[in-house]
């Protein structure tokens, strides 16, 4: 990467292509303030935003001290400089740090050089488009919504119903961060309010609603390597605990009789299992959305007699127990009172406890900027009422959900907090966990995130899918969202089997659940769900195919595990994703650009779910500069073409590389003959 020095301006390079130009024709900074309004409703935003004024820094006056080179921006040459910009050199890229002189702006925006052609992806986990370009990312974490598409039923109903319909940009998972075909990536150092527009031909805008503190631009000569000094720089994840590799995770939530008996069904049908995950061990409670968990979080005796017991049986079976949390605590439990007393809850106006609606039931929120506040709940809950107890691991939940109204301790007004608080979430849990020693043995997967959750969330999970084939809630959209977020150095990622949200007569039919389980097959963590209405839902266990069906596909994940741990190894030495965009190994093939709903596990394998009902086939892409074998038949194929293949259940579209190192286990793949 290059920096020019023109006439009050500059130019920087990577990798011989233009990336910023700034020159009194051509600015490149922009400043202004606006005033927005935001309205939360449990967890979803209404968002909008009156520019007031916006302003073009055209002049710049440059001056090299030899260490960095230190830019002032004016509207005009006489005027006093609004920002200054020290541009300083790495080996690799250039860091902008940005200074404000003027207290009163609150809209930032710098354009960086487009090409036509240019690909980008990133900005976090984002379901609905892999390739951002065309489009703009406001990035802000919240619930996904429900559908993500105004043009269907179900989104319409999500937002007449309880204002939670979405949109395409909706995420858990926001990050001020792309990627460029180009090989570089630019990350914007903000917890505020951003959106990140690409549909400019000419230029991409980045708009932020603060002045930044630095904008960062690092390039490097292939996709493997940007996406190594990527993950270097935010953090790279612990690797997989050594029984996930196992099999699959089975999430009940009905109680003890109900765990055993279907635990009890899956080992005498031969499925690889690796834990039960009961979500309810600390209770639940009837809301019209359907059973909720009590969020209060201790082991429930009421609804586990022998959860206490069971535990260390269970795991001398080979079979571990995972559980549940999140930062919110209901004010009808035992918890609340202990936590209010002390102050360690975020307050309202008035100074006293906020309580915030999340549903039916009430909850004050954690003050985790209170360090008393953060080492009790990481103590008392986290440690003793789980680890201790014995859990294996547990779903992080509602890391999005810090009202924007709340008073914290730390002083930092609640919408500059609102991105960070995935990330604080992220750090309590994997500071839990390596303070007893465990971070090799004890896991848990988070759906929120933000920038740095990569150095601390064990696992990424996709959220709340809608139990469907739909366009932008469906079974697809996980496919983005992992690559999209493998990108920015997230090695590990899942879904709910099937899905989540079931409402408004959307159901899970057979169908579906035998298709995501066949994609779950190949990811890190092969987990079940039974939704928020389980009794509307189809289960796993409800029909015998559909348990020889998950059994089959437990036991494709348990014989890819040798695979999936040197994977793993990629993953902790140079933060390369399992789930990869088919461009990260094949460079030269533009076909690969733009698939989304495709992937590479690891370099050798490619994997083409089935995300459309009602289809027997499937037409694939297998990128050129490699031959492939197709995993159930033998069938070899050149690649640089799209092929047709039987998709039957139990034979998902699954090819590997035919000069492969592994190819002995992939040709060794159990078959699904005779259960089906």
């Known amino acids: 990467m290059n920096i020019i020095l023109l006439d009050n301006g500059f130019r920087l390079e990577a990798n011989g292509q233009p990336l910023l130009h700034h020159s009194p024709d051509q600015p490149a900074f922009f400043v202004g303030t606006g005033r927005e309004t935001m309205d939360m409703y449990r967890g979803n935003f209404a968002i909008e935003d009156y520019v007031e004024a916006r302003t073009a820094l055209t002049h710049a006056r440059l001056s090299d001290d030899g260490n960095s080179i230190s830019i002032d921006l004016r509207r005009h040459p006489g005027d006093e400089p609004q920002l200054t910009l020290r541009v300083r050199e790495l080996a690799d890229g250039a860091e902008l740090n940005l200074e404000s002189h003027n207290s009163t ?3 930032f925006w710098v354009r960086l050089t487009a090409s036509a052609d240019e690909k980008v992806w990133g900005g976090g986990e984002q379901m609905s488009y892999f390739n951002l370009r065309g489009r703009h990312f406001p990035l802000w974490t919240s619930e996904p919504g429900v559908g993500r598409d105004k043009s269907t039923y179900v989104t319409w109903q999500s937002d007449v119903v309880n204002k939670a319909g979405g949109d395409y940009y909706h995420t858990n998972y926001p990050q001020p961060t792309f990627v460029s075909s180009q090989r570089y990536f630019c990350h914007v150092d903000t917890t505020c309010y951003a959106d990140f527009d690409f549909r400019n031909a000419e230029f991409h805008e980045l708009q932020v609603w ?236 988070m759906r929120a995130g933000y920038t740095g959750v990569q150095r601390y969330c064990a696992q990424l999970w996709a959220g709340d899918q809608s139990v469907d084939f739909s366009r932008h809630d469906g079974l697809v959209t996980v496919i983005s969202a992992a690559l999209s977020s493998g990108l920015l150095g997230n090695a590990y990622h899942h879904s709910d089997i099937g899905g989540y949200t079931s409402l408004f007569g959307n159901t899970r039919d057979a169908e579906l659940f035998r298709r995501w389980a066949e994609m779950a097959a190949f990811t890190p963590m092969m987990r079940t769900h039974e939704s928020n209405r389980p009794a509307d839902n189809v289960q796993w266990f409800d029909e015998p195919e559909l348990t020889r069906h998950l059994a089959h596909m437990s036991r494709v994940y348990r014989h890819l595990a040798p695979y999936l741990k040197a994977l793993g190894d990629a993953a902790a030495e140079r933060g390369t994703p399992v789930q990869r965009p088919l461009f990260l190994h094949h460079e030269d093939d533009s076909r690969c650009y733009d698939i989304q709903d495709q992937y590479l596990y690891g370099p050798d394998l490619l994997v083409a779910p089935v995300h459309e009902a009602g289809r027997t086939d499937w037409t694939l892409y297998l990128p050129a ?46 078959q699904p003959e005779g259960l089906y």
């Open 210 to 445: 603060e002045v930044p503190a630095q904008i960062l631009l690092r390039s490097a000569p292939t996709y493997i390597d940007l996406v190594d000094r990527i993950s270097a720089h935010f953090g790279r994840q612990p690797r997989l605990p050594e029984w996930q590799y196992n099999g699959v995770v089975l999430g009940l939530k009905r109680g003890e009789v109900h765990a055993l008996e279907k635990l009890q069904l899956a080992l005498d049908s031969d499925m690889a299992v690796s834990a039960i995950w009961c979500e309810d061990w600390a209770g639940v409670r009837e809301t019209s959305f359907g059973t909720r968990l009590f969020w209060d979080w201790k082991w429930q005796p009421e609804r586990y007699p022998s959860l206490d017991s069971l535990i260390a049986e269970l795991q001398q079976k080979g079979v571990r127990f995972l559980g549940y949390a999140n930062p919110y605590l209901c004010v009808d439990g035992d918890f609340f009172p202990t936590a209010e007393q002390q102050g360690y809850f975020a307050t309202n106006d008035a100074g006293e406890t906020a309580i915030v609606d999340f549903g039916e039931f009430e909850c004050g929120v954690v003050d985790f900027t209170n360090p008393e506040a953060y080492q009790w709940f990481k103590e008392r809950i986290l440690q003793q009422e789980m680890i201790d107890f014995g859990l294996s691991g547990w779903m992080a939940d509602f890391g999005e959900y810090l009202p924007i109204d709340v008073h914290l301790h730390n002083g930092v007004s609640a919408r500059e907090e609102h991105n960070r608080w995935p990330l604080r979430w992220a750090q309590i849990n994997a500071e839990a966990i390596a303070e007893r020693g465990r971070t090799d043995d004890v896991t848990f997967f």
């Open 625 to 670: 500069g490699a031959d492939w074998v197709h995993c159930w038949t033998g069938e070899r194929h050149a690649g640089g073409q799209d092929i047709t293949v039987s998709a039957p259940f139990g034979q998902p579209p699954v090819f590997y590389r035919a000069d492969s190192a592994w190819t002995e286990l992939f040709r060794t793949l159990p």
């Open 105 to 107: 702006l609150n809209r």
